[in-house]
Every structure is written in C-alpha cells, then in structure tokens.
C-alpha cells in the first residue's frame, strides 16, 4: 500500500508543448491536508496548508505512462491526482515547496483527471475550486477601478519600459527620470527557468504604482512573490482560477495591499491606457492587455502590451495604430494564423530568459514579426528596455542606488 502522505491534489498551472515533448507545472497540496481542510468545516482555508509544486517534463509517447487517461485538450486549470513513488518507478519530476527553492526528485507513479462526470468527482472538484477562489479575496469593484484610471495622468509619461528579468515578464509606464507610474506584470525566471534570473531585481515603488496583471501564470508575478513591499500595492488582475501558490499571493495582496478582481466589463480606457480583457479560452489568452497611448502629435505612439496573449484574442486592436510592441508569449510560437498586428518601423522587444526551457523566442516568430513591420528589435537579457524612439538613455532617479530599473538600451 502507498502511504497517502505522498498523494497530492494538483492543479494544472501550465501545460505546454515544447517539440516532441509536454511540460507540465503542477500547483498541488497533499492529499491529506485536503482531510484535514475538510474535516474542519471551513475553520481551515486553503492558505493553511502548503503548497507543492512539480514540474514534469515527458515525450509525448510517454504521457501515456502516468496519466490514467489522458485527454491533451483542455488540460490546464484542471484537477488532479498525483501519486508519487518511493520505488523510484514512474516518471521523474521536480518537486519545489512553498519557498520555490527547494527542488528535489521524485518519481510520479500516476496521474488522475478528477472528472465531473464521476458524481465523487464532481464533488471533489466544486470544493477545490472553491477553495481557491479568488472571488473569496476581492470583489469586483467598478468605482475602485476608475479611481486607479484617473490616478494615471499623462503629463509626466515618457515611456515603456520591459525589464531583465529572466524567462518571464515586468513591464511599467515609466516618468522622464525612470520611475515607474504603473507596472504591468512583476514576473521573473521561477521553476524550472530560475538559473535565468539568478538576482532579483530591485523594483521602484516611490510613485505608489499600481500594478495590472495579466494573467496568473507564474512568471508573470514571481518576482512580487519575493518582495513583500510589492504586495502592499494595488493589484487589478484578471478572474482566472489558481491553485494554492497562487491563491496564497492573491491573499496576502489583499491582506497587506488591495486586491481589484477584473469585473465583467469589456475595456477601460483614459486616453493613456486602455486595459482590454482577452478573450480566449487558455489561461493565457483570458487575462488582460494593455494598451498604452504617449507622446503628442507625430511622436504619439500606441505600445501594445499583451502579457501571453495571443493577438487574435484581444478584441479591438484595430482601432490602435501600433507603434511599439512586447512581444506576446515571450516571442514563443503564436499558431498559424497568428494575426500579428501591421505597422512601419515599428519597436518589438522580447522579454526572455536565455537558455530557457520552451526555446523562446522562436526564429520563425520573430521572422514573421519583422514581415509585419516590426523592424526594430531589443531583448532583455541584453538589458532593460525603454520603447520609445528617444536620443539620450533616460536618467534614473535614484541613480541606481535604491533599484534596479537602470535604462540600458532604447531605439
Ligand atoms: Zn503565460
Ligand atoms: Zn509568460
């Protein structure tokens, strides 16, 4: 018999087809802290218990050797069964606790879909999901939400700036002298792709930015995850379902910051920034976007910031004439029909660890990109990244001494 301390109920965080091979991330807690969360009738939430993360990466032929029954659509966000082995049969994963650091093998004997159309299962799953519910933290706040949009003025905007770090993504609207106004994402290298971001970067808090999320993937906001003053900020982000990690973070913004839930509207906009709710289905494509319009006259330009949003899943992206862009996705493969916008002499850059684990950014993306006009590429490893067209690197407030936010390269 296997002993039930090495049963886990996991979270797909992320499943990901990289060549001949899928990746896995799996945001999990032990089955027997589940008992325990039940038992207490709701005296236990889930930021009780502590998570576990594994990381698995398998052949496609192999998929079949874990998972029970393996259905490759629509597998993210779903929950699981994870059984591990102490006779080092089954297949290898990485296993990271709470802190991320720790990373140790196992060996995975199986994997179960929990299924809804199993009556037990069903169960199981709406409890879970409950559990981790992020509509227990915040609520969908309309009027904090145009406070946030006319706490952003233009007068003092200067750029867009993408900062090194690692394989994941931290972009801000930044004032003449470097200070970020506004972030979206706070991501970094984490898991798997930590050797890419080896030192945390310092971020600059001293204008109280606000923070937009895109979507909850993980190197997205990793790097507000280790620094406790980026949680004491106001948050918007996207109604997504998480697991315990994530779930974790979102309660401690919105126990020691604010924590604004996406409602169910389309857009806001103020003329500078317009935030778009995606509209795919992935994780990915479900969160928000950001648009964001500077300069007057014929140096006015529209910088698209799409998190990992692929384009065809942004609604009203033609009313843009876009002149800069991140690349979504980490420059990864965006489909076949990837419906990248059109410009002239337009500003990419590509938020990217290198070495990473998916080979991103991909050569033939980055060729199609430039088919679309966007001629002009920078990339992050190189350095941060102000994308805007301007003579002189910009100065930084606090000369570097108390950030990390340093412009090395512009266009
Ligand atoms: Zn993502
Ligand atoms: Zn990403």
């Not at 939400?145 to 007068?155: A, G, P, Y």
Request: proline share 4%; glycine share 8%.
């Amino acid at each position: 018999m296997i002993a039930t301390t090495e049963s886990y109920y996991g979270f797909i965080e992320k499943c990901e087809l990289v060549g001949e091979d899928l990746e896995f991330i799996f945001d999990s807690f032990l089955a027997d802290d589940y008992s325990r969360l039940v038992a207490s009738r709701g005296d236990l939430s889930i930021v009780d218990v502590a998570p576990t993360l594994f990381y698995l990466r398998i052949h496609r032929s192999d998929v079949k050797r874990v998972f029970i029954v393996f259905n490759p659509l629509n597998v993210e966000s779903r929950w699981t069964t994870i059984t591990l082995s102490t006779t080092k049969q089954g297949v290898v994963a990485q296993k990271f606790t709470e802190d991320w650091s720790i990373e140790t093998e196992v060996y995975v004997s199986s994997i179960y879909f929990l299924d809804a159309r199993r009556r037990d299962d069903k169960a199981t799953i709406r409890h879970l999901r409950s559990l981790c519910s992020l509509n227990l933290l915040a609520v969908k706040d309309i009027a904090s939400l145009s406070d946030v949009k006319t706490s952003i003025r233009r007068e003092n905007l200067r750029f867009v700036s993408v900062y090194d770090v690692g394989q994941g993504n931290a972009n801000a609207v930044c004032t003449e002298d470097s200070r970020p106004h506004l972030y979206f994402d706070l991501g970094g290298g984490c898991l798997q792709n930590r050797k890419t971001y080896q030192t945390l970067k310092r971020f600059c808090i001293s204008s109280r930015p606000v923070v937009f999320l895109s979507h909850w993937d993980f190197d997205h906001y990793f790097s507000a995850t280790q620094v406790p003053s980026l949680q004491k900020l106001t948050w918007i982000v996207p109604d997504q379902q998480v697991g315990p990690q994530g779930f974790k973070f979102a309660h401690r913004v919105a126990q020691s910051g604010k924590l604004i839930l996406w409602p169910e509207i389309p857009t806001i906009t103020n003329g500078i920034i317009s935030v778009i709710q995606c509209t795919g289905k992935r994780r990915n494509d479900s969160g928000l976007a950001l648009v964001v319009t500077l300069g007057k006259g014929r140096h006015r330009r529209n910088t698209l910031l799409p998190g990992d949003c692929r384009y065809r899943h942004i609604p009203g992206l033609s009313q843009f004439k876009l002149g800069g862009l991140i690349a979504c996705h980490h420059g990864g493969d965006i489909g076949t029909r990837p419906q990248i916008p059109v410009t002239q002499n337009g500003l990419i850059a590509y938020s990217f660890g290198v070495h990473n684990t998916f080979g991103h950014p991909s050569r033939g993306t980055q060729t199609l990109y430039r088919k679309h006009g966007w001629q002009n590429a920078r990339e992050t490893p190189q350095g941060n990244i102000a994308v805007e067209n301007i003579k002189k690197t910009p100065a930084l407030a606090c000369g570097g001494r108390k950030c990390d936010l340093v412009i090395r390269q512009i266009y």
